[in-house]
Each structure stands twice: as C-alpha cells, then as structure tokens.
C-alpha cells in the first residue's frame, strides 16, 4: 500500500485552458478520498494525471515515495476503474478479470485462485462464464472492480464509476464501494460530481471549482464549517438559503438585517463579527436549522419572524417546504407533523447558533 502525494499539481491543454491550477493534496496510506466538484473543474485531470494518462504541465506526483511524473502507467501500480467500465466485450468476466494476470505472466492455477477470490467478495462468482452483453449495469461495475481488485494495486482509481446506474442501484453500489475499502484497505481516490457520494464515502473530500481547490476535511467538517459561500453551497441537499443583509447594532447586541426582518446574533457571533457592524454580510441557514415555530423546542438559538408557505414537497419521512417573504426565498426540511398548508402564513425559527456568515466579497465564511 501508499499514500499518493500531489504538489503544486499544474495542467495546460494545447488551447490554452489552465484546467488544474496549482493543486496540492495527499491521501495517506489506506485512505478513501474523494475529489468532487462541478463538470470541468479538474477533478478527472487530476486523476488521469496520477493514472500517468495525461501529461503534467508542471508539480509532482508520488506514489509512496517515488516521483512518477515520467513513470509509464503500468508501471505505477494503480488500478483504475473508469465511468464506461472498459470491459472487453468478446470475453467472458472470467477473462475480463484476469486479463492483467495473463499480462504478467502469473501461472494460470493462480489466476484461477485470485479470480475466484475477487469474484467472492464481490458476489459474483456465478457470473463468470457471462460476457459484459449479458450483465447488468451494476454486474458490470462489479467486474471492473473485480478487474482493478485483482491485480492487487497500491492505489485504486475511481472515476465517476456510479454515473451511469439508476439511483437505486448507485446507493447499493456506494456501500459495496466502501465495504471493499474496509475490506482491502488499499488507497483510493475517488472522483464524482455527486456530493451525497463523497459525504457518504470520503474519509476526507477535496472540494474543487475552476481548478482550484477549495477546501480539504473530512465530509462532517465541510459540512458544518464550509470554507466559503461554494463549498456551502455546493455541500448539502437541499441547498443552503443564503441571504444578503447587514449586521446592526442595537445596544450591546448585533442583528442581522434583512429587508424583511432583524435577526439577533448569538454571544459568540456578535463577538466574531463586531468589525462588521453596519456592513453588508451574506447569512447562511440549512434547511434542518429552519423550523415550524411550533414544533422549534430543538432550536438552540431561536429567532422567529412571519413567511408565507409558497410549496410544499412530500418526500415520505420529511417535506421541504418552501417559505417566501417580501424580498427572499427558503427552503425548510419539516418533518411530516402538523404540515402547513400551501398559501398560509407561517411562524418560522431560525436557529440562529448554526446560521453562516460570509464576506460578500471574498465570499469567504467568516462564521
């Protein structure tokens, strides 16, 4: 096994588009990662380049502690498993998964045992006489798997492999993925554009936009203390309600100020921000820290104030809901109670002690 460092990791491609800007991250040893952003913003670069797939502009990449910049892909020891599966379809999934094994040569009683192996773990050794025109999509992101498992890498690439599966079956494939990990142990890097994949996947996530990298923690901390107004945003379904206002100061105490209403800042917010006192600021709230007031008594911090109940969204054990006021728009995760009917005015809470602030600027999280 090894941990893969990346070092001031730059990409340009002949039309001049700097696709990776100056990307530096490290999954140790045995570690899930997962790189996740928006289409375009470099993530797959990144991958290909460690896959030794696509040429390095300019930094370095090593795998354990050898620079691999000029190392051929077979020679790097990593299996990647790509977003079509790249199954051989003339060969059955026996000869698909051991196809690596014949390259090296290893005597077939072996490939037989290795194969085998694999195919357990994965269920699916009652497949391995079918070929690729035979299985399922997700049959056949087992064997690609079981294709990247058998060779036994030191670090496992994964790129977009869920993309194309139906949402049913990319939850259960999720937590085979992570099974597996649990399993072997081997590095992984993962790259998806899904963020539920990498919250519920990732030790640690890489967040990317443009390029560049926005933010590197584990999926709770970017989830709680986002570094700014896109990794907010992009972090959490339904997406965060960020509204513009000003801070005020009323006495010893300071409030948020939209157009349709004044919010007081907790203790610890107001001592944070007291430099931003009659200036605009951007207010982040989830959808869990808005509630019904009648049902509010898990608020720690409440601060009410009067919406109108635009749509309401079943969705089984919860409801989004969405409230309006003069000038804004939120959305809200109920739980399926005493629900608000379309068209009402509702009483709504904001806990106010797990509200975000940025700079509206810098769109950097200032609280």
């Known amino acids: 096994m090894a941990k893969v460092t990346v070092k001031n990791l730059n990409k340009y491609f002949d039309n001049g588009v700097h696709a990776v800007k100056d990307v530096t991250f490290t999954a140790e040893d045995k570690e899930f990662v997962v790189l996740v952003g928006p289409s375009g913003c470099g993530k797959t670069t990144i991958l290909r380049m460690i896959a030794g797939l696509e040429e390095v502009s300019s930094g370095e990449i090593y795998i354990g502690d050898v620079l691999v910049n000029n190392v051929p892909p077979k020679e790097r020891d990593i299996a990647m498993v790509f977003q079509n599966y790249a199954l051989y379809p003339h060969m059955t999934v026996f000869d698909n998964m051991a196809f690596a094994l014949k390259m090296r040569h290893i005597p077939k009683e072996d490939i037989k045992r290795i194969v085998y192996d694999a195919a357990k773990l994965l269920g699916i050794e009652s497949l391995l006489k079918r070929k690729p025109g035979q299985l399922s999509g997700g049959q056949r992101q087992r064997v690609a798997v079981g294709r990247a498992i058998v060779r036994n890498p030191k670090v496992f690439l994964f790129d977009e492999p869920l993309s194309n599966l139906d949402a049913k079956l990319r939850v259960a494939m999720r937590?085979?993925?992570?099974?597996?990990?649990?399993?072997?142990g081997n590095t992984m890097i993962y790259v998806?554009?899904?963020?539920?994949?990498?919250?519920?996947?990732?030790?640690?996530?890489?967040?990317?936009?443009?390029?560049?990298?926005?933010?590197?923690?584990?999926?709770?901390?970017?989830?709680?203390?986002?570094?700014?107004?896109?990794?907010?945003?992009?972090?959490?379904?339904?997406?965060?309600?960020?509204?513009?206002?000003?801070l005020i100061r009323k006495e010893s105490?300071?409030?948020?100020?939209?157009?349709?209403?004044?919010?007081?800042?907790?203790?610890?917010?107001?001592?944070?921000?007291?430099?931003?006192?009659?200036?605009?600021?951007?207010?982040?709230?989830?959808?869990?820290?808005?509630?019904?007031?009648?049902?509010?008594?898990?608020?720690?911090?409440?601060?009410?104030?009067?919406?109108?109940?635009?749509?309401?969204e079943p969705l089984g054990n919860e409801y989004h809901v969405i409230l309006t006021?003069?000038?804004?728009?939120?959305?809200?995760?109920?739980?399926?109670?005493?629900?608000?009917?379309?068209?009402?005015?509702?009483?709504?809470?904001?806990?106010?002690?797990?509200?975000?602030?940025?700079?509206?600027?810098?769109?950097?999280?200032?609280?």
């Open 175 to 184: 937590a085979e993925i992570v099974k597996l990990h649990h399993t072997i």
């Open 325 to 367: 006021t003069a000038n804004n728009e939120y959305t809200a995760r109920f739980d399926p109670k005493d629900l608000p009917k379309m068209g009402q005015d509702l009483s709504v809470t904001f806990d106010m002690a797990k509200a975000h602030f940025f700079d509206p600027e810098s769109e950097v999280n200032l609280y």
């Open 192 to 246: 998806t554009h899904d963020q539920v994949e990498a919250m519920t996947m990732a030790d640690r996530i890489v967040v990317m936009k443009d390029g560049v990298i926005q933010q590197i923690d584990t999926p709770l901390n970017i989830y709680n203390n986002p570094a700014n107004m896109f990794v907010a945003g992009f972090i959490g379904s339904p997406a965060i309600n960020m509204t513009k206002g000003k």
């Open 253 to 312: 105490d300071l409030y948020f100020d939209s157009e349709d209403y004044q919010l007081k800042l907790t203790p610890r917010q107001a001592e944070v921000l007291q430099n931003y006192a009659d200036k605009d600021i951007i207010m982040g709230i989830r959808p869990e820290d808005i509630y019904d007031s009648r049902f509010d008594a898990m608020a720690e911090s409440p601060q009410k104030f009067i919406t109108k109940v635009d749509f309401v």
